[in-house]
């Protein structure tokens, strides 16, 4: 991850203090002190990031001739994590200050320090370590400990089996595992990818920035099949674009993007190239996407663990192959925190009043439409309300609110994003209209009740 560039501490804790507050995310285990930085997505922090899955799973699955999806175990047969290289080297470098005993990974300490990226370099961040200019953040001291390499992997066991078992660190692992049942049974036609949406668990040094560094997050994932002999730059690019367009369907703005190419010394020997898509976060920019050309490495690692041929026959070509991959990588609560970052707006309205309201994409808001009847103490307004709220439910994800005046109503609205609120006043028991307000214009429209499914239809899409 590359090293923040901008703080905006202050925006970060309205996003952590607010998400709390209107039930997006909560800290984990809460009544117990917390734990592990951990943390909930409440009632509309869920239904935002189902939003988020259901987008992401309609674009490049449901909507793609050349995607199919799959859906993993967590916990797969640990021969699958020693072929894939996780089990000898997927760590990171820790190291502990020998003064206050606080603990740090070693590379964003030297990477914050002197900006330059020794991930993966013990022997370069020990030396970084050893010169006294690097300060511990928590007491200034300059006495560490050796760096050390500490595998990710949570470990666990199995009833049944005698050797340890792991926690998936990411979900690529059954895409591989699944290469062959899914060429076996579909009728895929490369170049095809494998998309799959999960959890996946990593024991970090340090967890830490709200939801974007998590011990168990989820991930957006697809393994993308080529042909050796393709061409392959065009399609990678194509690839890094959608990932872009997808941050900005979140509400990321284009210039709150960036590409960071890893250099040719710090890639893998399989990988032809990677590229993260980092995003600005209140924090400074950090890793939101990621795209890696792995080769055969994969297909072909797995097939020798595993005794089973992994290739394809191209009926096209009339060829025998292990297919190239491309790697694109989604994380999904870092899409969480692009979306509420992105949406959150303070307007200040004059006189001192300030109007909070998240401009979430329509399609990620966790409330589409918030049905009022005007006064709660009057049978037939809340009658004719409760009527078109059952109608409007069917379809979208509706909440209906009698309680206080409806400027506040309008205002809890605002706050949790629901682009459309729906007044239901005396004139509607007359002309069979409504008063429809406009979450980011605050305009206000009359609409025919039998209007409103149409009316609806086209701006909910
Ligand atoms: P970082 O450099 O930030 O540790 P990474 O390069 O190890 O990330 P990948 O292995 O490429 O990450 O994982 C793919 C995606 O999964 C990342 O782009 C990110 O969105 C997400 N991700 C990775 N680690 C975490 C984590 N600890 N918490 C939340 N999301 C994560």
């Given at each position: 991850?590359?090293?923040?560039?901008?703080?905006?501490?202050?925006?970060?804790?309205?996003?952590?203090?607010?998400?709390?507050r209107r039930?997006?995310?909560?800290?984990?285990?809460?009544?117990?002190?917390?734990?592990?930085?951990s943390?909930s997505?409440?009632p509309?922090?869920?239904?935002?990031?189902?939003?988020?899955?259901?987008?992401?799973?309609?674009n490049?699955?449901?909507?793609r001739?050349?995607?199919?999806?799959?859906?993993?175990p967590?916990?797969?047969?640990?021969?699958?994590?020693?072929a894939?290289g996780h089990?000898?080297g997927?760590?990171?470098a820790?190291?502990?200050?020998?003064e206050c005993?606080?603990?740090f990974?070693?590379?964003?300490?030297?990477?914050?320090?002197?900006?330059?990226?020794l991930?993966?370099?013990?022997?370069?961040?020990?030396?970084?370590?050893?010169?006294?200019k690097?300060?511990?953040?928590?007491?200034?001291?300059?006495?560490?400990?050796?760096?050390?390499?500490?595998?990710?992997m949570?470990?666990t066991?199995?009833?049944?089996i005698d050797?340890?078992?792991?926690?998936?660190?990411?979900?690529?692992?059954?895409?591989?595992?699944?290469?062959?049942?899914?060429?076996?049974?579909?009728?895929?036609k490369?170049?095809f990818?494998?998309?799959?949406?999960g959890?996946?668990?990593?024991?970090?040094?340090i967890?830490?920035?709200?939801?974007?560094?998590l011990?168990?997050?989820?991930q957006?994932e697809?393994?993308?099949?080529?042909?050796?002999?393709?061409?392959?730059?065009?399609?990678?690019?194509?690839?890094?674009?959608?990932?872009?367009?997808?941050?900005?369907?979140?509400?990321?703005?284009?210039?709150?993007?960036r590409r960071?190419?890893?250099p040719?010394?710090?890639?893998?020997?399989?990988?032809?190239?990677t590229?993260?898509?980092?995003?600005?976060?209140?924090?400074?920019?950090?890793?939101l996407?990621?795209?890696?050309?792995r080769?055969?490495?994969?297909?072909t690692?797995?097939a020798?663990?595993?005794g089973?041929?992994?290739?394809?026959?191209d009926?096209?070509?009339?060829r025998?192959?292990?297919p190239?991959?491309l790697e694109?990588?989604?994380?999904?609560?870092?899409?969480?925190?692009?979306?509420?970052?992105?949406?959150?707006?303070?307007?200040?309205?004059?006189?001192?009043d300030?109007?909070?309201?998240?401009?979430?994409?329509?399609?990620?808001?966790?409330?589409k439409?918030?049905?009022?009847?005007?006064?709660?103490?009057?049978?037939q307004?809340?009658?004719?309300?409760?009527?078109?709220?059952?109608?409007?439910q069917?379809?979208?994800?509706?909440?209906?609110?009698?309680?206080?005046?409806?400027?506040k109503?309008?205002r809890?609205?605002d706050?949790i994003?629901?682009?459309?609120?729906?007044?239901?006043?005396?004139?509607?028991?007359?002309?069979?209209?409504?008063?429809?307000?406009?979450?980011?214009?605050m305009?206000?429209?009359r609409?025919?009740?039998?209007?409103?499914?149409?009316y609806f239809?086209?701006?909910?899409?």
């Amino acid at each position: 991850m590359a090293s923040a560039k901008q703080n905006n501490n202050e925006l970060m804790e309205k996003i952590v203090s607010f998400s709390k507050r209107r039930g997006f995310v909560f800290p984990g285990s809460e009544i117990y002190g917390g734990f592990a930085n951990s943390y909930s997505y409440g009632p509309y922090g869920s239904e935002l990031k189902t939003n988020i899955k259901n987008l992401w799973w309609k674009n490049f699955v449901r909507s793609r001739e050349d995607m199919v999806g799959i859906d993993g175990p967590i916990m797969l047969n640990p021969r699958l994590w020693a072929a894939s290289g996780h089990t000898s080297g997927f760590n990171d470098a820790m190291v502990d200050c020998k003064e206050c005993k606080k603990r740090f990974r070693a590379d964003h300490l030297v990477e914050a320090a002197t900006g330059k990226d020794l991930e993966g370099d013990l022997a370069k961040l020990n030396e970084a370590l050893k010169d006294g200019k690097i300060k511990c953040p928590n007491c200034g001291k300059s006495n560490w400990t050796d760096a050390r390499n500490l595998n990710l992997m949570f470990k666990t066991q199995m009833n049944g089996i005698d050797e340890d078992v792991y926690l998936r660190p990411e979900t690529a692992g059954a895409i591989f595992a699944d290469f062959k049942a899914v060429t076996d049974s579909m009728r895929v036609k490369i170049p095809f990818g494998i998309a799959q949406i999960g959890k996946a668990f990593r024991n970090e040094i340090i967890a830490g920035n709200f939801i974007f560094r998590l011990r168990e997050f989820e991930q957006m994932e697809i393994e993308y099949f080529i042909d050796p002999e393709m061409k392959w730059e065009g399609k990678f690019e194509e690839w890094l674009e959608l990932q872009e367009k997808f941050a900005m369907a979140l509400g990321a703005p284009k210039d709150s993007l960036r590409r960071h190419e890893h250099p040719k010394e710090k890639l893998s020997h399989y990988s032809r190239k990677t590229v993260d898509i980092e995003y600005l976060f209140p924090f400074g920019w950090g890793e939101l996407y990621g795209l890696a050309h792995r080769g055969d490495f994969d297909l072909t690692k797995h097939a020798e663990f595993s005794g089973t041929k992994l290739d394809y026959f191209d009926q096209v070509t009339n060829r025998r192959f292990v297919p190239h991959v491309l790697e694109p990588t989604f994380g999904l609560d870092r899409s969480i925190l692009v979306a509420l970052s992105a949406a959150y707006h303070e307007e200040d309205l004059g006189e001192g009043d300030i109007r909070t309201v998240m401009k979430f994409p329509v399609a990620l808001a966790p409330v589409k439409i918030a049905v009022f009847p005007l006064l709660k103490n009057k049978p037939q307004l809340v009658d004719k309300a409760k009527e078109i709220f059952s109608v409007l439910q069917k379809e979208y994800t509706c909440e209906f609110d009698d309680n206080g005046n409806v400027g506040k109503r309008y205002r809890r609205q605002d706050e949790i994003g629901t682009p459309y609120c729906l007044t239901i006043d005396f004139d509607t028991l007359e002309d069979e209209s409504v008063t429809v307000r406009d979450r980011d214009t605050m305009e206000q429209q009359r609409i025919k009740i039998s209007d409103l499914k149409d009316y609806f239809k086209e701006k909910l899409v």
